[in-house]
């Protein structure tokens, strides 16, 4: 990777705090990072915090950490984060504007964690690129800055732009990189010290709750999507579940092809295979076992239309996540 052009050197990652911003996604890249220091005994990666000035700055919880120093010229980072949190428009003053994007045209690769992902829209840095954005600012950014592609995932790599949706998903972006940069293995060595049951990767997304992304108007599809996710064993048919919700089946359609873009056979599908995926990453059920329990009558239907999905096959799924033919550890959740 054309960020390790110093293989004796440690990788130098500069993190930018904006006020208020999210101070669990900033302690979990850096986690990472150190983790990977120790279990690998090298020095593989460095990091530094800045501000604008060089002031410390408060996150959204009240805290303040020491600031190596104010970003400029002089800083040696090697890649980029701006830290966001709450209330981050008000963060994105001139300052910080032109500060990112003086590093930008230093040629150095940007990151967001949480809500920074708005800071670089707003200094132009994210044009014609995808990237991720916690889920309730996922409206805003889409309506404010229309010509960038903002996506629904945990965390977004599009070239030299890495973003991430906040909360823990700053572990699975960092946890990506050092494989990247260092290979599965110790990716999986630390994520193993973190306790966490699996790497995600950027096919994983966001669980945004449907009644905030369509808003109260929209009671007859966040119902429908309510029944679908409580009867993936034995799906319900169309006609049932739109008697269900008090319309017709061709008003169904109607409803989702307005505000989900798709029909309501297509979100159940999809529905039902996502959760065959966290059973296929997370547990060590068989594949047809997986298949009958999200509604599928048969492996290869099950399959072919995993396929048509994600680009793998369950059993490729399976062997990609390191998890075949081993039992797994209970599941634990991040905290």
């Avoid at 992902?117 to 994210?126: E, I, N, W």
Wanted: glycine share 6%.
């Amino acid at each position: 990777m054309a960020l390790l052009d110093a293989p004796n050197q440690p990788l130098h990652v500069g993190f930018l705090l904006l006020p208020r911003y999210t101070l669990m996604s900033l302690s979990c890249a850096v986690s990472v990072l150190r983790m990977a220091n120790r279990l690998s005994e090298q020095p593989l990666y460095s990091w530094s915090l800045h501000s604008v000035d060089g002031e410390p700055v408060e996150s959204s919880d009240g805290l303040r950490l020491a600031i190596d120093g104010k970003l400029d010229e002089t800083v040696r980072a090697k890649m980029l984060f701006a830290c966001g949190g709450i209330e981050v428009e008000k963060a994105c003053d001139s300052e910080v504007l032109h500060v990112l994007r003086a590093v930008a045209k230093r040629g150095i690769p940007l990151g967001a964690l949480c809500t920074g992902s708005y800071a670089l829209a707003a200094a132009g840095l994210l044009n014609g690129r995808r990237c991720a954005i916690h889920w309730e600012n996922i409206v805003s950014l889409r309506e404010t800055f229309p010509q960038v592609l903002v996506q629904p995932s945990l965390f977004v790599i599009d070239r030299n732009r890495y973003t991430c949706s906040g909360g823990i998903s700053s572990l699975d972006l960092m946890l990506n990189l050092v494989e990247a940069h260092h290979g599965r293995r110790l990716a999986r060595d630390i994520s193993e010290q973190f306790i966490c049951e699996r790497i995600r990767d950027q096919q994983d997304s966001q669980r945004i709750p449907l009644h905030h992304y369509l808003g109260a108007s929209q009671p007859r599809v966040v119902e429908a999507v309510a029944l679908m996710e409580s009867n993936v064993e034995e799906p319900l048919s169309m006609e049932d579940l739109a008697a269900y919700v008090g319309v017709s089946r061709r008003q169904l359609e109607r409803l989702f092809h307005k505000h989900l873009d798709c029909t309501p056979s297509r979100h159940y599908l999809e529905l039902r295979l996502q959760r065959a995926r966290l059973l296929l990453l997370q547990t060590d059920m068989p594949v047809i076992d997986i298949a009958t329990s999200c509604g599928f009558s048969s492996a290869p239907h099950f399959s072919k239309c995993y396929q048509e999905l994600f680009g793998r096959s369950p059993r490729e799924e399976r062997r990609q996540s390191g998890l075949h033919g081993r039992p797994l550890e209970p599941v634990v959740v991040r905290g």
